[in-house]
């Protein structure tokens, strides 16, 4: 499976911006989807992530300002992200797990910076 994470920029503080994923390859094998954010020098925390069902989880630092959604047709996740602040800066990683091995795949990465 291969990912392609865009929508990454510059948006000031108290702002929106969305980014997409797009999965590829052996796309019916994909069950979670989802995001991992990593500040500079810090490990990656969890964002969100979403099932083929539509099961979600949030991090503690998305629940009630960042959204998560897919579309299973173009095997795209989205983070819509509201009300963002400095600390939201950095590299946001979307991820799939994909059935039966459980095994990870990560995309490149796109790089949001939060002005205050």
């Known amino acids: 499976v291969q990912l392609q994470a865009s929508g990454g920029g510059l948006v000031q503080s108290g702002g929106s911006l969305t980014v997409s994923c797009a999965a590829s390859?052996?796309?019916?094998?994909?069950?979670?989807m989802g995001w991992y954010h990593q500040e500079l020098g810090k490990q990656r925390k969890l964002v969100a992530h979403?099932?083929?069902?539509?099961?979600?989880t949030y991090g503690d630092s998305a629940k009630g300002r960042f959204t998560i959604s897919r579309d299973n047709v173009r095997h795209t996740v989205y983070l819509q992200m509201n009300a963002v602040n400095p600390e939201d800066t950095g590299v946001y990683y979307c991820f799939t797990i994909v059935r039966p091995s459980q095994m990870w795949y990560w995309g490149q990465g796109t790089l949001v910076t939060v002005s205050s």
């Open positions: 979403i099932d083929t069902g539509g099961f979600i």
């Open positions: 390859g052996s796309v019916s094998s994909i069950n979670i």
